[in-house]
């Protein structure tokens, strides 16, 4: 019994929820962590390897996430056990079973994730009638399509370099998957005058010090082919990534893929975290001792569910561009001008600052 209950604390989680449809070879899990600031939102992984434990993780992040971003949202998460690469009608009955069997969790409120996309939620919000991550033809804002964590993540990099003294105009970028949110992440950035000089995906790593073409990359990348498939740069292992020499080191991919025994290869100055866990603890705790400057997911990747919120309220694009620049650049600035003032890790601060406003929620719930 103790066992069940070993991720509990204060703030959750509410419910686990486990669904098994053998038929279907349909296996997933729904972690609701705390709705104090209303019904959670929380996208649904589909990937091979994911745990209980991972679920609750990124719904803790979800519940952090949108309490520093002011939402009237609470945290959670879905997993579903399977490959995202399977065939389109497999994965299509999967989806849909899926969406089935959360009909009645009325809390939680399902968006696209790593292994799903704007077509996966379609399918959602025709079995059970809520998603989020919509197609525009469904009245939705595409985020991924439009790159609103991307985005975000640009905006957080814009405010964090004034604390380190970095010009952005120069600076070397390198993105560790360069999918949905690290190939938008190195367009914004671009834009802003930036140099991507690695980037990588499960095929491996394309790195050129002298620079990349991003615009030419998300065109291959679009074609489903690899990053080893371009022209140019240097092709090297998928883990390579890690050992680049770079100002701005992005992390877009899988959670727990800076660690202990790896985190000294790191050679950056910036660590805004596009990946929702992608370090653990104590590689956090040594970047943070070796000067690294690392912004916490919750807080630099949050353009995604902010986007969706306004969806889910029938806001329009623009004006969730605007709201995700408003907020993160305020959130970077109030949690890194915290961590420097107490001397603490950036995610400390920031889990300070989500925390007090999720127990201001508490306070009105009638079971607390």
Known sequence: MDDMFRFADDFGPARIIHIYRPSLA???????????????????????????????????????????????????????????????????????????????????????DMGTDEQCMAWVKDEIGRAVGLPSALGGIPLDEIGATGFGLAACVDVAREFIGLDLKGARIAVQGFGAVGKHAARFLAQKGAL???????????????????????????????????????????????????DIWIPAARPDVVRADNVSRLRTRLMPQGANIPCTPEAEQAL?????????????????????????????????FDYIDERIRANVRAVLEDSRRRKALP??????????????????????
């Open 26 to 112: 349909l296996k997933a899990i729904v972690v609701i962590d705390n709705t104090a600031c209303g019904a959670s939102i929380g996208g649904v992984r589909l990937a091979p390897d994911v745990s209980v434990e991972e679920c609750f993780r990124l719904a803790r992040a979800m519940t952090w996430k949108n309490a520093a971003a002011g939402l009237p949202h609470g945290g959670g998460k879905a997993v579903i056990f399977g490959d995202p690469r399977m065939a389109a009608t497999a994965k299509e009955q999967m989806i849909r079973a899926f969406a089935g069997s959360i009909r009645d969790i009325a809390d939680y409120i399902p968006g696209p």
């Open 196 to 246: 991507l000089v690695a980037a990588s995906d499960t095929g491996g790593t394309l790195a050129d010090p002298s620079g990349l073409d991003v615009g030419a990359l998300i065109a291959l990348k679009e074609t489903g082919q690899s990053l080893h498939d371009h022209g140019n740069g240097s092709k090297l292992a998928a883990d390579a990534i890690l050992d680049v020499d770079c």
């Open 288 to 320: 943070h001792e070796r000067g690294v400057l690392v912004v916490p997911d919750f807080i630099a990747n949050a353009g995604g569910v902010i986007c969706a919120s306004v969806e889910y309220r029938g806001g329009t694009q623009r004006a969730a």
């Open 347 to 368: 995610r400390a601060a920031a889990v300070m600052l989500a925390g007090r406003r999720v127990r201001e929620a508490i306070k009105s719930r009638r079971w607390r």
